[in-house]
Nanobody, 117 residues
């Protein structure tokens, strides 16, 4: 059974930082592209950052220079370090594991991030 378990969300003031973690089980983690998405109330789910199995990284324009995605294949874990947080970063953040070869796609349950004073 595949599980992606996110943690690290919470309430933070504007300008603050948070680090999200997502630990996977039931998959060969190093073969998967790992991605973070977010969904604000009433909006679609958007890609925030991705880290491919080959180590290629990309970010949404809205978070470039503020967020850092990284992975630890030995721990089956993906991280999202979020700095200089803004109220518009408020959303539920979801971890995603995708493998193009097998067209497999898995989601975590989401973790709430609220940026507010």
């Amino acid at each position: 059974q595949v599980q992606l378990v996110e943690s690290g969300g919470g309430l933070v003031q504007p300008g603050g930082s948070l680090r999200l973690s997502c630990t996977a089980s039931g998959i060969i983690f190093r073969l998967y592209t790992m991605r973070w998405y977010r969904q604000a109330p009433g909006k679609q789910r958007d890609l925030v950052a991705a880290n491919t199995s080959g180590g290629r990284i990309n970010y949404a324009d809205s978070v470039k220079g503020r967020f850092i995605i990284s992975r630890d294949n030995a721990k089956n874990t993906i991280y999202l370090e979020m700095n200089s947080l803004k109220p518009e970063d408020t959303a539920v953040y979801y971890c995603n594991a995708y493998r193009e070869y097998s067209l497999t796609n898995y989601w975590g349950q989401g973790t709430q991030v609220t940026v507010s004073s």
